[in-house]
């Protein structure tokens, strides 16, 4: 068989090595990509449960502002979007009555439960998440497993009924609190052994603050109804109320329309000239949001100085101190005013008004702004006109945290659509990247292409020159054997001789120049810099030599004579890429190819032949026998070689 037809099948079976590992780049490529999307997957879970939680958070404002004073289809849709939203199987919500508490709401309660708790006034157990409630206890209380705690084991019959009528589990409870007055209880259940999280928390406590304004709704309405002389004043105050409810469901995210409305209800109601909404910004100041009718010349000053620190006699101060309404009857009979305090003088000759109530905003114990109604005339303001600026205050609280979290959730989705642009950016990279890799690894060895790829550049492809060692290596009667045997037998023995010298040369670092039927090329210090490539080149000769003798060994025994040479040679060549579009090689050209190619010429089955530039450079490692002279084609003079025997022993 010719060197030619032998290098032409050689080189069709490489494409499968080299496309093999273009499929392990893509498949390494789809991981990274599996996993971002999963990562995206986990945002977008995120987004939609807020979103959730959002939806219903304006449901049951929605309920509450269509259904003020009936407060069955209130806490029906409540425990609907609760149960739903923390994965619970059913709910409920008990009022206290002195020292019971009774049922008055379920959702999704078994019948034999729901039979057993409609007929039964309940008395809070010690240990129990109500009578917690009534000691004191503020924060939410998870029960893991009821079925494991001494209540149920003790054969507590309230535990009993829930966990053997009910089939309850888990439970998460949720005080109704108003003025760090216990009102009862909502909770829900699961009917596994699984812990709620912080978002079902959250939410619960969400859906406690509107049952406790749905509560006090209906509570001022039904005493408001029972005294004709108040019934025009609760009708105006409940359309406040519903009117205000409805622009923070229509309104979600803008916090002006929902203040002003309020302010203008608010002023109304309370028989007020104007009003004030401050936010809370730390210490003693406060920021002017929104203002109601206020007199010019205190507008203006509003405007120029929007944000006012407040003295301890001020009822802004006082209400913060306390986190109660404070009333001042009379601001020019105060001794601020007779002394001259800068801001009550403003208030009172600016703004032309006598009496102040300023109601507080809290969160969770903390201050976060105050409403302010003021009257030109000294007088105080009816307890009926306190709640309805207390509840106005609480649905300004629930307006800004609406707003606060649908703000996160547009930072979170802006997040995310940044994060997909990014990651579709660096799927197109990647896919470039690989497109190219391919086109590399079609023509180039594997050391050139990652490097190109490593690097960025494609700057080693250009012609070059470089000290290299060449090692060039065939098989002794392959031409022979090639011809005599069957084509089978001759792919089987390049696929031995192949993997028995492809790990040695990747082990040593090597780049595989080229190889043609049973000739193959290596070069060494280029395109990757090694050190004493010569010494390196011989250290592989010596482990394929032994690595061939088995493979010469296998097919002697089955009557084909096969040996092996080895020639290497150390200088200078001028390497880089050769060919035309579309078929490209890597090449080393020069006079150290030629030699190394020759001295294998040479080489008996067995033999490694070297340059005396190799010898110079490998002799303190390796024994050697001289070859004499050998006058080589393509060489002016004769040259001398040496036969490596094997290394020197370590020292």
Not at 176 to 192: F, N, S
Request: proline fraction near 5%; charged fraction near 25%; glycine fraction near 6%.
């Amino acid at each position: 068989m010719s060197a030619r037809s032998s290098r032409t099948r050689k080189a069709k079976g490489g494409k499968s090595t080299r496309a093999s590992a273009s499929r392990g780049l893509a498949i390494d490529l789809q991981t990274q990509l599996d996993r971002r999307s999963r990562e995206l997957a986990k945002a977008r879970k995120l987004l939609k449960e807020a979103l959730q939680q959002q939806s219903a958070t304006s449901e049951v404002l929605q309920v509450v502002s269509s259904s003020p004073v009936e407060l069955t289809p209130v806490f029906d849709a409540m425990l609907k979007r609760a149960l739903l939203l923390c994965e619970a199987a059913f709910g409920g919500l008990w009022i206290f009555e002195g020292d019971r508490y009774a049922v008055k709401a379920l959702f999704g309660v078994p019948a034999a439960y729901a039979s057993y708790l409609r007929h039964t006034s309940v008395v809070p157990g010690p240990h129990t998440a109500p009578y917690l409630f009534l000691q004191g206890e503020r924060s939410a209380i998870q029960n893991v497993d009821l079925a494991a705690e001494e209540a149920y084991l003790t054969g507590d019959p309230q535990r009993r009924a829930l966990v053997d009528l009910g089939g309850a589990r888990a439970a998460l409870q949720v005080p109704l609190v108003r003025d760090d007055a216990v009102l009862g209880v909502i909770t829900v259940y699961r009917q596994e052994v699984r812990p709620f999280l912080e978002q079902h928390v959250t939410l619960l406590q969400n859906f406690a603050a509107q049952a406790v304004i749905a509560i006090e709704n209906a509570r001022l309405l039904k005493e408001l109804r029972q005294r004709t002389d108040d019934l025009s004043e609760a009708l105006e105050q409940q359309t406040a109320t519903s009117e205000v409810l409805k622009v923070i469901s229509s309104s979600p995210v803008e916090l002006k329309p929902v203040f002003g409305t309020m302010l203008a209800y608010a002023v109304r109601t309370c028989e007020a000239k104007f009003g004030t909404l401050f936010l809370h910004e730390g210490d003693d100041y406060f920021r002017v949001a929104a203002e109601h009718n206020t007199p010019p010349a205190l507008a203006e000053l509003h405007q120029r100085e929007p944000v006012i620190r407040v003295g301890p006699s001020t009822s802004l101060y006082r209400s913060k101190k306390a986190r109660q309404p404070i009333q001042i009857p009379d601001l020019t009979a105060e001794p601020a005013y007779f002394e001259r305090e800068q801001n009550r003088v403003a208030l009172v000759e600016l703004g032309g008004y006598r009496a102040v109530l300023s109601v507080p905003m809290v969160k969770e114990s903390a201050v976060i702004g105050a409403i302010n109604m003021y009257r030109q005339d000294a007088g105080t303001f009816s307890d009926n006109q306190v709640e309805l600026v207390k509840n106005f205050a609480a649905q300004a609280v629930i307006a800004i945290e609406n707003t606060r979290l649908l703000n996160e959730l547009r930072e979170r989705t802006e997040e995310v659509v940044k994060l997909n642009q990014q990651l579709e950016h660096r799927v197109a990279d990647q896919i470039g990247e690989i497109e190219r890799m391919g086109r590399l690894r079609r023509f180039l060895p594997p050391q050139v292409a990652d490097l190109i790829v490593a690097s960025g550049t494609e700057k080693q492809l250009e012609s070059h020159r470089r000290e290299i060692t060449a090692l060039f290596c065939d098989l002794r009667g392959f031409t022979g054997f090639s011809e005599a045997s069957a084509p089978e037998d001759v792919m089987a023995l390049l696929r031995d001789y192949h993997a028995a010298i492809g790990e040695i040369i990747i082990k040593y670092s090597g780049t595989l120049e080229r190889y043609a039927g049973d000739g193959v090329m290596v070069v060494f210090n280029d395109p990757v810099p090694v050190d004493n490539p010569a010494l390196r080149a011989v250290l592989m000769a010596l482990e394929t030599r032994e690595a061939m003798g088995t493979v010469m060994e296998k097919w002697r025994q089955l009557g084909h004579d096969v040996g092996f040479g080895i020639g290497i040679a150390h200088g200078f060549a001028t390497l880089g890429t050769i060919g035309f579009e579309g078929r490209f090689d890597y090449a080393a050209i020069g006079t150290v190819s030629n030699i190394a190619s020759r001295l294998c010429d040479e080489a008996k089955p067995g033999q490694i032949l070297i340059s005396p530039r190799v010898f110079t450079a490998v002799k303190d490692a390796v024994t050697v026998e001289p070859m004499g002279e050998f006058t080589l084609k393509g060489i002016g003079r004769p040259l001398a070689a040496y036969n490596v025997l094997g290394a020197k022993p370590a020292n």
